[in-house]
């Protein structure tokens, strides 16, 4: 019998992308707030033993190499989550280094994956790839058991620069059977024109320290503040580091923010930060 696609439950079809290093907590709130339809976390072990704060119900997506503590992690998370993604697309140097992200390329392995995970879920279960010879091997798998499948046609020597790949991504879209996320240079401007093919949009790097860019598209009202980041980094114990290079992200576009950046640099803790705001 064939398997009928959870459907994914948003107020719209314009998502914040996994960003590592960038996708904390209070980032992803205020991204929310602004109208992301769907926010991700960064990439997440499900060995960690970090305890996760997922108060904007995000995605949850996972890498791994290995079916090892997926169904403990994925019982510990499930209610707190409005779904799950497991990860083949990502082209760091770590991810080399563990076989993991768009170096897996076993399919056995990750078949066996992608099935564990859907024996422990009743929500949407996705994963995301690249542009790669394994594409079209990746979507038959994610057809048995996924619920959408996210595209960013870029190849993983390229990383995320260069120009993505549209049509590969088109190409997969009419082959598909579930719904098409598409990722890669999406912005206020252009994401129409890639709904027009595509079931969804994911913004990336054009989010970065500008979270409006979702109230521009939806119409949701909000105003950009870096304070408004900076409480919920309180609030969630963001680690500093973090904090200072959101802050420092909040300043572009903003008038004298050469300048700005230089203060933010110069500080050496949140109450030097809070003090220039």
Not at 173 to 197: C, H, R
Request: overall charge positive; some cysteine; proline content about 6%.
């Amino acid at each position: 019998m064939k398997r009928k696609p959870i459907p994914l439950q948003v107020k719209n079809e314009v998502f914040l992308a996994p960003l590592e290093g960038v996708n904390d907590p209070a980032f992803r709130l205020i991204c929310k707030k602004a109208g992301a339809g769907l926010t991700w976390t960064p990439l997440t072990s499900p060995l960690s033993p970090k305890e996760l704060i997922l108060d904007d119900k995000p995605i949850l997506q996972i890498f791994a190499n290995n079916t090892k503590g997926i169904k403990e992690f994925m019982k510990k998370y499930d209610n707190e989550v409005s779904g799950w993604d497991f990860n083949l697309g990502c082209p760091a140097t770590n991810a080399k280094k563990h076989n993991f992200g768009s170096y897996l390329k076993d399919k056995k392995i990750v078949e066996e994956i992608i099935k564990l995970m859907r024996k422990n879920t009743n929500k949407p279960l996705l994963i995301k790839i690249r542009k790669s010879p394994l594409a079209n091997d990746f979507l038959k798998i994610a057809e048995k058991y996924c619920d959408a499948i996210t595209i960013h046609p870029r190849t993983r020597s390229q990383g995320y620069s260069g120009e993505p790949d549209i049509k590969f991504a088109q190409e997969l879209k009419q082959k598909s059977k579930i719904p098409i996320i598409y990722s890669g240079n999406v912005n206020e401007i252009n994401y129409k024109e890639f709904l027009n093919v595509f079931d969804f949009v994911m913004i990336g790097r054009n989010a970065i320290g500008h979270p409006e860019i979702f109230s521009k598209i939806t119409r949701t009202p909000f105003k950009r503040s870096f304070k408004k980041y900076m409480i919920l980094a309180k609030k969630y114990k963001i680690p500093w580091r973090i904090i200072k290079f959101q802050a420092m992200q909040f300043t572009k576009g903003n008038k004298n923010s050469k300048s700005k950046r230089l203060e933010i640099f110069k500080t050496k803790s949140l109450n030097e930060l809070e003090s220039l705001y």
